[in-house]
């Protein structure tokens, strides 16, 4: 039976969600015993700025070069921490980015590592329930399969790491051998959609919280704005800015069906010619800030314009799952959920170093 899952670790700059996959790739049990972990290497984690488990591994890959080797989840068994999918980079120097557990086995991946680099072929393991390994328990109870395998087709990667960042979906299968092809089939086959990405339109408190709590968990976003003291304090917090024009970049601010865009105004009359862009465009959540009433008059006007029914509907307002969210830090909260549930599916965003 085929597995799917996605994955947790994702980057940010062009990486999004990844699915796994498994079409026919039978586990080997491994021969050798868990090893004792006193006689564990200390395993070094990357110099980034944020934890190495939200560290995009393919990219990070990219970057610790030869004598890389990944670990790939393929299987989960019973309750897991992360889905099929989910990758861990371990680098020469014992260096990680990705996760495959809570801490349970990352230790033991990256000893296990050294004997793929010097035997040259993949493992094939199993943790948990029903494994050799007796002394590494996972917590929750489920159990886990995981194929480790030196990278070397980094052209392979390289080419990944351009079409992610270009927003194409890609997928990439990775064979027993440890081999790694784009698209094609057979094999464990990883599905990467594009990232979330937040088009963020308006004034204020509201708009510039968003447009900082979207920055601060390594979301693709940029706030968009007629407002001076707007665009200079989400400028100085280190969020992607833009100045407010006559809109005929929209195509570039909202290119594809996996943006959000988003209206933080208390001055309404900037909403209607901004949403007859947005209407023109994929995205998959549109919504407004405002009251009901005040989104009852949104639409009524949008009628006037000449939006037809169908377009109209797509403008989700009060925005947030929390009714009524008057402190802009609760309203940013409250609406950033509401789009990632709206997405329909898990996303995690990796940041980059």
């Not at 994955?7 to 699915?19: E, F, K, M, Q």
């Not at 560290?55 to 890959?61: E, H, I, Q, V, Y």
């Not at 070397?152 to 440890?178: E, K, Y």
């Amino acid at each position: 039976m085929d597995r799917q899952g996605e994955t947790r670790g994702d980057p940010p700059v062009g990486c999004g969600l990844a699915s796994g996959r498994r079409t026919a790739d039978p586990v080997r049990s491994p021969v050798q015993s868990s090893p004792d972990p006193a006689s564990q290497p200390k395993v070094r984690l990357s110099a980034r700025s944020v934890h190495p488990a939200l560290a995009d591994p393919w990219d990070s890959a990219l970057a610790m070069g030869p004598g890389t080797v990944m670990a790939v989840l393929t299987a989960t068994h019973g309750p897991a921490y992360r889905n099929p999918g989910a990758a861990m980079a371990i680098g020469p120097d014992s260096s990680l980015a990705g996760a495959l557990s809570s801490g349970c086995i990352e230790a033991d991946l990256a000893l296990q590592a050294q004997q793929v680099r010097a035997e040259g072929r993949p493992l094939h393991l199993r943790y948990g329930q029903g494994s050799p390994f007796i002394d590494l328990r996972l917590p929750c109870g489920g159990a886990i399969e995981v194929m480790l395998f030196a990278l070397r087709d980094f052209d392979v990667l390289t080419a990944l790491s351009r079409a992610r960042a270009a927003r194409r979906q890609a997928s990439l299968h990775m064979f027993p051998s440890g081999r790694l092809a784009l698209d094609g089939s057979g094999g464990f086959a990883l599905t990467f959609k594009a990232p979330l990405r937040f088009a963020i339109f308006g004034a204020g408190a509201e708009a510039t919280v968003f447009a900082d709590l979207a920055r601060s968990l390594g979301y693709d976003h940029v706030l968009i704005s007629h407002e001076d003291q707007s665009l200079e304090v989400a400028r100085a917090m280190g969020c992607t800015v833009s100045r407010l024009g006559d809109l005929s970049d929209v195509a570039k601010l909202v290119p594809d069906d996996r943006c959000a865009a988003l209206l933080f105004y208390h001055d309404h009359d900037h909403e209607p010619r901004i949403l007859q862009r947005l209407l023109d465009r994929p995205a998959f959540y549109i919504g407004a800030q405002g009251s009901r009433a005040t989104h009852t008059a949104r639409l009524a006007r949008l009628a006037e314009l000449g939006v037809p029914p169908e377009a109209r509907d797509r403008v989700r307002g009060p925005i947030g799952l929390i009714p009524s969210s008057r402190d802009p830090r609760l309203l940013a909260v409250s609406v950033l959920a509401e789009v990632v549930m709206a997405a329909g599916d898990q996303v995690v965003v990796p940041v980059l170093a």
